[in-house]
């Protein structure tokens, strides 16, 4: 079994990056949550002595949870009794006044989750590890219980299906981006500074949708404000493209509480703006949730 340090720094180190992982498979905040709770407990239960890389274990692990998850729920949807109810994802409210409707831009929708439900379990898992988390074929294939080739092919047919959706349009943003947000998500949650201030921009600007025309400018004042309203031990940020923008979906208690939309310049980021109006997050909570 892991020594209580071992596993202490292993959840440190590696949580924020598995719970962001999850989310992309399964897209809700509690059940990826659950998993990597799940994956850690299997964890600690493992001797220290039959892991070679404690990182790609626990990547293994989670994966293979959230495939368990995504065919069950699959599965569900295919019973006739259910076949009549559409996801809450794609369905419109009645619940939400239009006047609250009130959207960064007709573009600010969680796209890539709703496509990501029209691929099969494994299309969704080995496209999210492959095209979203880079991680290499062979390692993919240990998670989904298939060859290497088998799983270029799943690839293959998941961006084929999205590129085909209506909902296609600049879902998934490019690996630089990705790998920045993750930084970005990973600093943040951990209170690491120095990590913040690696990936932005010397002159990064930062503002808040609530205080129109305040802009904090400057690398250090802003990783001081994200660290302090995002960086708390209850808020969980996990990575999501809004239209054409990267961005961050900030939860606190599994309840959306701001999305910070980022923007990219040569290497690192250049502005970031906070959305925490009812008004912006009503929609998004509820495609997420089904309510807002």
Known sequence: MFADESFDLAWKTHRAFLVDLAFRIVGDIGVAEDVVQEAFFRLMQTRLDDIDDERGWLIVVTSRLCLDHVKSASARRERPEDMAAPSHRERPSSSIDPADRV????????????????????????????????????????????????CRQLASRARRKISQS?????????????????????????????????????????????????????????AENIVRFWGRPRTVLVSQPLGAEPAVLAFVNRKLMGVIVLTMGAGNITKIHVHVDRSTLAPLREQLFGTA
Not at 188 to 201: H, I, K, P, R, Y
């Open 103 to 150: 959207t960064l831009d007709d573009e600010l929708r969680l796209a890539l989750l709703v496509v990501m439900e029209r691929l099969t379990p494994a299309e969704r898992v080995v496209f999210v590890l492959h095209d979203i988390f880079q991680q290499p074929f062979d390692v993919i294939a240990l998670t989904v219980g298939r060859p290497s080739t088998a």
């Open 166 to 222: 209506p909902n296609a349009r600049q879902t998934v943003e490019p690996a630089e981006h990705q790998v920045l947000t993750r930084k970005f998500i990973t600093a943040c949650s951990t209170g690491n500074l120095d990590e913040l201030l690696a990936v932005l921009d010397p002159n990064v600007t930062g503002e808040v949708d609530t205080r129109k025309g305040l802009i904090v400018v400057g690398a250090d004042r802003v």
